[in-house]
């Protein structure tokens, strides 16, 4: 069969999908990337067929870094994040209609679930949502785009929060879809949105998130599923340089500095507040500037590495513990290495992941991004050093190895009746997942 995988933002957004569509791939399947320029050698070289959408959120973030800040309040985001998502979907359509042409099932991710079942309503194709945080109305798990309470709401209110927060995100995302469901010849979605025009057991939502950091809610329906991460795993072959390869040789491990593609408009600030933090706490470090590009002061400092980036799934098992933004994939990544966090989130859903993070046990309450100074980043690495978190860490890491979220999620597209099995299947066919509201257990499918 032929899928396309619609997913814009960082490469953090998009790399999970090149690690679905690759076991889609290896399962007999043609698969291609929708997404921006910026995402388009990352899912070239992995052998997957890359499509063009205008999404370019390095640029938007460049040219506006302040509404980052901004994220971490819906309402105050919301204007900002309106103009420039209407400027980016002008050839949605278009584009949208390439990327599909030919194809069998669509994939949606995030904000593009509203690209994905529009051009499947215009196209006639199945389309299936994929989250990497939730999103689905519940009484149990707190709104992600909101803090997370300090003790759990009342159901009904956190529910109605949901539904709030569905307004807010709609009338964000109406200006876009408005014109591109015009294009598609589609009439236009009511003022509150798509999100009540199927039945709730009539939607197919999968979840790319840990079910060992995230329960799934029991109130979610049977087409709601939590399948475990989609880790990108080829890129555990990637050579450091030979300097950082000595540096991370030659003493303890070092804890690992970074906030991926956050872009902040105090850069020289926040650089200095980490390096102060580094002297307080005495530990070796490898920073990576990323897309936000921390100022590289470590100067001619040994207990300081600064590199641009290396992939995580390298990386993080190298280091002691990473200081990091929240961001789905990083938080996923640590994870998986079995190291602790302190993490200061920048935008959306982080504070999220972070407050999940906290209740696991492998990190300390997050630091506040507008307050950061150096004293508390280096108690919060001191907190997170300690053996507790530690061996927190190490049993998440044990719990997160026995899922396996890609072949989870094809098997229940296959259970769906929306994917045909390939003729290079490369797991077993007996395999059979429970699609009760709970997640498959670990055990439910075994890695060949």
Not at 148 to 163: D, Q, S, T, V
Not at 419 to 425: D, E, H, R, S, T
């Amino acid at each position: 069969m032929n899928i396309t995988i619609f997913s814009i933002g960082t490469q953090g957004d998009v790399r999970p999908f090149i690690a679905l569509g690759l076991g889609l791939q290896a399962a007999g399947h043609k698969v291609c990337i929708a997404s921006g320029k910026t995402c388009e050698a990352l899912v070239v070289s992995h052998g997957l067929a890359y499509s063009p959408l205008t999404a370019d959120f390095l640029e938007v973030m460049a040219k506006d870094p302040r509404a980052l800040q901004r994220g971490l309040n819906p309402l105050a985001l919301m204007n900002t994040a309106r103009r420039h998502l209407k400027d980016m979907s002008q050839h949605w359509a278009t584009e949208g209609i390439a990327a599909a042409q030919g194809a069998d099932l669509l994939l949606g991710n995030g904000m593009m679930a509203v690209l994905a079942n529009s051009l499947g309503e215009a196209l006639n194709i199945p389309m299936v949502e994929t989250h990497l945080q939730p999103v689905t109305p519940c009484p149990d798990i707190p709104p992600m785009m909101l803090a997370p309470p300090a003790k759990p709401r009342n159901g009904l209110i956190n529910e109605m929060l949901y539904h709030v927060l569905r307004g807010i995100t709609w009338r964000m995302l109406s200006a876009a879809y408005g014109p591109v469901r015009k294009s598609l010849n589609l009439p236009p979605l009511p003022w509150y949105g798509p999100y009540y025009r199927q039945k709730k057991q009539d939607r197919r939502i999968l979840y790319g998130y840990s079910p060992a950091l995230l329960a799934p809610s029991k109130s979610w329906p049977t087409g709601v599923q939590v399948t475990g991460n989609w880790f990108l795993n080829g890129e555990s072959h990637w050579q450091p340089s030979t300097a950082l390869a000595l540096f991370l040789a030659r003493g303890d491990k070092p804890i690992y500095i970074g906030f991926g593609s956050m872009l902040s408009d105090d850069t020289d600030n926040l650089s200095a507040i980490i390096y102060e933090a580094l002297a307080l706490s005495g530990r070796r470090a490898v920073i990576a500037t990323g897309w936000g590009g921390l100022a590289a002061q470590a100067q001619n400092n040994p207990n300081i590495f600064v590199i641009d980036a290396a992939p995580h799934d390298w990386l993080f098992p190298q280091v002691a513990l990473a200081v990091h933004h929240g961001g789905a994939g990083t938080t996923a990544a640590t994870i998986r290495a079995g190291i602790p966090s302190v993490v200061v989130p920048f935008f959306g859903d982080q504070p999220f992941w972070a407050w999940r993070l906290e209740q696991s046990g492998v990190a300390p309450k997050h630091l506040i991004r507008k307050t950061l100074s150096a004293e508390p980043l280096a108690k919060a690495i001191a907190d997170a050093s300690t053996g507790k978190m530690r061996i927190a860490a190490a049993e998440l890491a044990q719990h997160v190895a026995k899922e396996d979220g890609v072949k989870t999620a094809i098997t229940l597209l296959e259970q769906w009746g929306l994917l045909n099995k390939g003729p290079a299947q490369n797991y077993k066919s007996e395999t059979a997942i429970n699609t009760s509201h709970k997640s498959p257990s670990p055990s439910a499918v075994t890695p060949s």
